[in-house]
């Protein structure tokens, strides 16, 4: 009769035994469960944090790109109006110089045509003094003649 009593005892402790196990391990998942549960909250806490982040960011890397305009074109501005100042410059000078170089054109012009006019009036005295003196030879042979 002890032994039936014992296999009863073992037969009772394995169930309660294996009851136990069985509600360790489900404790043991509940518990991973609940953690896992509880990091994703966490990370959904570090994911709002990170996209808060990200978004200041591009937000801050956008108002650095349109300040960095606004500057250069600021910048562009004042390059712009000397620039424009020395085309202007520029102009005048090649203006200045197209005129002097008609000035002195004219002025070779003018010495040229002088000097054309002085050769001019010295070629038609050369003419008229060859036929001047034609004239007188041609006389005096008439009178040689007569």
Do not use: H, P, Y
């Not at 990370?43 to 250069?72: H, P, V, Y």
């Not at 620039?83 to 008609?102: F, I, N, P």
């Not at 002025?107 to 045509?113: C, E, F, G, Q, S």
């Not at 070629?123 to 034609?134: F, H, I, M, P």
Request: charged residues 30%.
């Amino acid at each position: 009769a002890s032994r039936v009593v014992q296999r009863w005892r073992n037969a009772a402790m394995s169930t309660a035994l294996l009851t136990w196990r069985s509600q360790a391990e489900e404790e043991r998942r509940l518990g991973r469960v609940g953690m896992k549960a509880a990091r994703r909250l966490g990370n959904f806490s570090l994911t709002a944090a990170w996209d808060t982040w990200r978004l200041r960011a591009a937000e801050q890397a956008r108002l650095s790109r349109l300040s960095g305009k606004m500057i250069s074109r600021w910048r562009g501005g004042a390059l712009a109006c000397a620039l424009q100042t020395w085309r202007e410059g520029v102009a005048e000078r090649r203006r200045v110089e197209s005129v002097g170089v008609k000035v002195l054109n004219r002025l070779k012009n003018r010495a040229a045509a002088a000097a054309w006019a002085g050769w001019l009036l010295g070629a038609k005295e050369q003419g008229r003094v060859r036929r001047t003196a034609s004239r007188v030879v041609q006389r005096w042979r008439n009178a040689a003649m007569s």
